[in-house]
Nanobody, 120 residues
Framework: QVQLVESGGALVQAGGSLRLSCAAS????????MGWFRQTPGNEREAVAI?????WYADSVNGRFTISRDSANDMVFLQMNNLKSKDTALYYC????????????????WGQGTQVTVSS
């Protein structure tokens, strides 16, 4: 059974940092594209950072967030620095076989999400 489990979400003050983790299990994810997405109430889920053969970042987080992976342990991380109130959202980890995609519906596996709240 494939499972993605996020952790690390919390309430943090603006300017602070958080590190999100995603533990993947159920198959070998070393060749999968892995991504972090976020969603706020009433809005569509959006891609934040993706890692496959290279990395991609949304303009809104570029230079502040860093995605990385530990393929040996099927873990993916999102280091978030200089957090802003606009970063408040439910953050999801996702996996996709093959190449990365910015289309949310192209991703096969999703975690349940971890809440990040940034207070100003």
């Amino acid at each position: 059974q494939v499972q993605l489990v996020e952790s690390g979400g919390a309430l943090v003050q603006a300017g602070g940092s958080l590190r999100l983790s995603c533990a993947a299990s159920g198959r070998d994810f070393s060749t999968y594209a892995m991504g972090w997405f976020r969603q706020t109430p009433g809005n569509e889920r959006e891609a934040v950072a993706i890692i496959s053969y290279s990395t991609w970042y949304a303009d809104s987080v570029n230079g502040r967030f860093t995605i990385s992976r530990d393929s040996a342990n099927d873990m993916v991380f999102l280091q978030m620095n200089n957090l802003k109130s606009k970063d408040t959202a439910l953050y999801y980890c996702a996996a996709r076989a093959g190449t990365a995609s910015l289309r949310v519906h192209a991703w096969e596996y999703w975690g349940q999400g971890t809440q990040v709240t940034v207070s100003s």
